[in-house]
């Protein structure tokens, strides 16, 4: 069973939707999360931390479930620019594990 | 503010030649990793280093791959032989301490081995 596990998509949606990705971990002592956002040929780049609380930034909203050990991001009136790779990341002792990706299109 | 910077960017490399891939981590930054992302494998830690030193190296897939950091500015990952199942992009970032939320990534290096 992989770390951390994601449905790779894609996800279809018109501009203006909501949208929401959900990842599973498997290791319990897992000490943080976070979301990643990858756009195609290009580099990861953090797009935001994820709280127990759940947190929101803008039209984002993450959650985490530590009993499930399920972490969830929603986007809120989609935007063509936020199609990209959303990644799911559970970091351990120090080290970062990568979920393999849910990709996003947002289409006009 | 200068990133993580690697080089190559592009490598195209024939089966059993030595590829080296270069990171110049941020300045300041503690902390080096090396990632390999492949559509089947997504991303994937090899290596990370600490402070120069190699703490974990379970991700390096076989003996043929090696990393080095000889100081705080440099670090390269050499695949000798290349084989063609290594073509992927790989990755490397930097980070102040181990926290997630500072981990920044260069751009990559794209390598095809043919």
């Known amino acids: 069973r992989k770390e951390v596990e994601q449905d790779p998509g894609p996800f279809n949606v018109p501009e203006g939707a909501t949208v929401a990705f959900n990842c599973t971990y498997s290791?319990?002592?897992?000490?943080?999360f976070f979301w990643y956002r990858q756009d195609c040929r290009k580099e990861p780049k953090l797009l935001m931390s994820?709280?127990?609380s759940g947190n929101e930034d803008g039209r984002f909203t993450a959650q985490l479930n530590r009993a499930s050990q399920y972490i969830s991001l929603l986007i809120r009136d989609s935007k063509l620019s936020d199609s990209a790779t959303y990644l799911c990341v559970v970091k351990g002792f120090q080290k970062l594990v990568f979920g393999t990706g849910t990709r996003l299109l947002v289409s006009p | 503010d200068a990133g993580v910077i690697q080089s190559p960017r592009h490598e195209v490399t024939e089966m059993g030649q030595e590829v080296t891939l270069r990171c110049k981590p941020i300045?300041?930054?503690?902390?080096l990793f090396w990632y390999r992302q492949t559509m089947m494998r997504g991303l994937e830690l090899l290596i990370y280093?600490?402070?120069?030193?190699?703490?974990?190296d379970s991700g390096m897939p076989e003996d043929r791959f090696s990393a080095k950091m000889p100081n705080a500015s440099f670090s390269t990952l050499k695949i000798q032989p290349s084989e063609p199942r290594d073509s992927a992009v790989y990755f490397c970032a930097s980070s102040l301490t181990a926290s997630g939320n500072t981990i920044y990534f260069g751009e990559g290096s794209w390598l095809t081995v043919v």
């Open positions: 300045s300041g930054h503690d902390y």
């Open positions: 280093f600490n402070n120069n030193v190699p703490i974990d």
């Open positions: 290791n319990s002592a897992s000490q943080s």
């Open positions: 994820v709280y127990s």
